[in-house]
């Protein structure tokens, strides 16, 4: 059985940064895409970021390109967002996701473990 458990989430101002992590039980961790995906209040859930198992291919939504980065340690079983000149819409529960497959997918039916999320809070 795999366990997701996001870490790193709070609450921050305008313009300053978090990082993120997601712990992975299991050993499947370093063979699979994973994800984070966000949700806010009000609007469907979206994706953020996606990177393969390799860290070859990688995936940003449009709105957080140039200022979040996504990554991952297999050694650790960890995934990582760091985020950089937060805004406040980026105010969200983020959730790390496993992927049934070695590659990032945009596409969160191809995700087959969920963690149970981190706030991210950002003030104006």
């Known amino acids: 059985q795999v366990q997701l458990v996001e870490s790193g989430g709070g609450l921050v101002q305008a313009g300053d940064s978090l990082r993120l992590s997601c712990a992975a039980s299991?050993?499947?961790?370093?063979?699979?895409?994973m994800g984070w995906f966000r949700h806010a209040p009000g609007k469907e859930r979206e994706v953020v970021a996606t990177i393969s198992w390799k860290s070859v291919n990688v995936y940003y939504a449009d709105s957080v390109k140039g200022r979040f980065t996504i990554s991952r340690d297999n050694a650790k079983n960890t995934l990582y967002l760091q985020m950089n000149s937060l805004k406040p819409e980026d105010t969200a529960v983020y959730s790390c996701?496993?992927?049934?497959?070695?590659?990032?997918?945009?596409?969160?039916?191809?995700?087959?473990?969920w963690g149970q999320g981190t706030q991210v809070t950002v003030s104006s």
């Open positions: 996701a496993m992927g049934l497959r070695t590659l990032a997918s945009l596409d969160a039916g191809d995700y087959a473990y």
């Open positions: 299991g050993r499947t961790f370093s063979n699979r895409g």
